[in-house]
């Protein structure tokens, strides 16, 4: 429909120019503030001896992977709430070479820092290589650029160079919506599985694509006309449906393991940060954080974080509930916003927008919305590059050198 699809080649010289420029800048974030030990991990990266620029990227959740991926969940606390598909390429990968590592736990560390940021350099590459081919469905060349534009300027995309699962989830992601506008089912299939089972907001993409395909398919509510739906298309639902298996194979092997097959959620309280077991309306977490905005002090890195993620939570609800409205203008499907809505709101019902910033960059119709923007109004372009590459530096320097960000 659109023509000039970028090459592979041409995707992996850009996501190449891309990490080294973050690489960088995490080099130069180690001269900027001092490095504060607040996570439980930091034991894991004094025990290799890489670089610091290179290991630091596993700071925070990357040591929490990198642990499952050693001894699975079992005799550690609180682990449970990391979905499994990440860590189980790390640990596969690492035990089926492992007779090539040097058998001590400076080598085997080192090679799991190496492989695990390499894993999610090839997702990133890929990702960016699928979404350039489903962008070019639909908008024009200049449309793509500046839809890339708006996504690796984004103050927190850096997490898909980090030892996250962000670059991994979102190549599922990016191949569940590419399969599904071409009809390629087993694909979708097996990809909504792996979703489902790389992080728990994957499970939105089954109604988003379920809902989208009934509408694409019949306009009438009649009762028949539904049932006669269904019953034309019985593999194409039952192939999304079955994405669910993902999740569903995690929640048996934490009842079968701890007796209880929602253990990551149940544990999500014991990671402090106001996080609820009991679900928060949204409107009450705006309350909460308006009242910390207000009263919290001093206005230190802490209160920086507080800031970013209630203010990105706020735009990035805007210009969801924005392309809803102008759904047709910017071109947006309806799985592409369905799942947004619940990939946005279901981490807020924990009673905190801790990590929003980081978890908002699922919701890929934000940056289709602003693509199409830039596209139109080069002022405003050059706004978002000027302003979000400063957050983007302090964010790195704040995540390199220890302090939470998201």
């Excluded at 569940?176 to 089912?185: D, P």
């Excluded at 929640?251 to 929602?262: A, I, N, R, S, V």
């Excluded at 596209?375 to 050059?382: A, F, G, N």
Aim: hydrophobic share 50%; aromatic share 22%; charged share 10%.
């Amino acid at each position: 429909m659109v023509n000039q699809e970028w090459s592979l080649f041409r995707v992996f010289s850009i996501t190449s120019l891309w990490w080294m420029i973050l690489f960088c800048l995490g080099g130069i974030a180690l001269y900027t503030i001092p490095f504060t030990n607040t996570f439980s991990n930091y034991a894991l990266e004094q025990e290799s001896t890489l670089p610091t620029w290179v290991k630091r990227w596993g700071n925070f959740d990357g040591g929490a992977y990198i642990i499952i991926s050693e001894r699975g969940y079992k005799g550690v606390g609180l682990l449970q709430a990391y979905f499994p598909v990440y860590p189980l390429v790390i640990g596969a990968v690492a035990a089926a070479i492992s007779h090539f590592i040097p058998q001590t736990t400076v080598g085997l560390r080192n090679f799991q820092f190496i492989f695990s940021l390499s894993f999610s350099f090839v997702c990133s590459v890929f990702f960016f290589y699928i979404l350039n081919k489903y962008l070019a469905l639909k908008y024009e060349l200049q449309q793509r650029k500046d839809i890339f534009i708006s996504f690796l300027f984004f103050p927190t995309a850096f997490f898909l160079h980090a030892i996250y699962t962000e670059a991994l989830f979102l190549l599922l992601l990016i191949f569940c919506l590419y399969s599904y506008k071409k009809g390629w089912w087993l694909r979708l299939m097996g990809a909504l599985i792996l979703l489902t089972a790389t992080r728990i907001v994957g499970i939105f993409m089954i109604p988003a694509l379920g809902f989208d395909f009934y509408l694409s398919k019949t306009h009438s509510f009649r009762l028949w006309d539904k049932l006669n739906t269904f019953s034309k298309h019985f593999w194409q639902f039952t192939a999304i449906s079955c994405g669910i298996f993902g999740l569903l194979s995690y929640m048996l092997y934490l009842y079968l393991t701890f007796g209880d097959p929602l253990y990551f959620f149940h544990v999500q309280s014991s990671f402090g940060a106001g996080r609820q077991q009991n679900l928060v309306p949204f409107l009450q977490v705006c309350w909460r954080y308006l009242k910390i905005l207000w009263t919290a002090r001093p206005f230190d890195w802490k209160y920086f974080a507080y800031v970013q993620e209630f203010v990105t939570t706020g735009v990035m609800l805007i210009f969801l509930l924005f392309g809803t409205i102008k759904k047709k203008a910017f071109k947006l499907s309806y799985a592409e916003l369905a799942f947004s809505f619940g990939a946005f709101f279901l981490p807020t019902l924990t009673g905190n927008f801790s990590s929003m910033s980081r978890y908002v960059i699922v919701c890929l119709p934000i940056f289709f919305i602003l693509g199409q923007i830039f596209s139109q109004h080069k002022t405003v372009k050059i706004g978002y590059i000027v302003v979000c590459s400063v957050l983007s530096f302090i964010n790195i320097m704040l995540f390199i050198q220890g302090h939470w960000v998201a």
